[in-house]
């Protein structure tokens, strides 16, 4: 199982990306746990500076912007091949 989480405070643009990611998700029909981090202090933990931001299995995959439908596809199944 896969573990996401969307970094970001609650804002518009961090809806979106969680909406995206869970889209993705289900239309891969991956078994994923899909978790919200709005603690500003754990996003250093990531690298991020800007959010919105995407961790796959603790590793960052996009920050600072909403990437598209076929990326966040593309980060979950190279995710999949990982792991």
Same mark, same amino acid.
């Given at each position: 199982? /896969?573990?996401?989480? +969307? /970094?970001?405070?609650? !804002?518009?643009? !961090?809806?979106?990306? &969680?909406? @995206? *990611? /869970?889209?993705?998700?289900?239309? @891969?029909?991956? &078994?994923?746990?899909?978790?919200?981090?709005?603690? $500003? *202090?754990?996003?250093?933990?990531?690298?991020?500076?800007?959010? $919105?931001? /995407? +961790?796959?299995?603790?590793? #960052? +995959?996009?920050?600072?912007?909403? $990437?598209?439908? $076929?990326?966040? #596809?593309?980060?979950?199944?190279?995710? @999949?091949?990982?792991?």
């Amino acid at each position: 199982m /896969l573990n996401i989480k +969307v /970094l970001g405070s609650g !804002c518009a643009n !961090c809806k979106r990306l &969680e909406q @995206l *990611t /869970l889209k993705v998700v289900d239309q @891969l029909g991956v &078994e994923a746990e899909v978790v919200k981090v709005t603690n $500003p *202090t754990k996003y250093a933990d990531y690298g991020i500076m800007s959010t $919105p931001g /995407l +961790v796959i299995n603790e590793k #960052t +995959v996009s920050s600072g912007r909403i $990437p598209s439908i $076929p990326e966040i #596809t593309s980060f979950v199944t190279s995710a @999949l091949a990982v792991s």
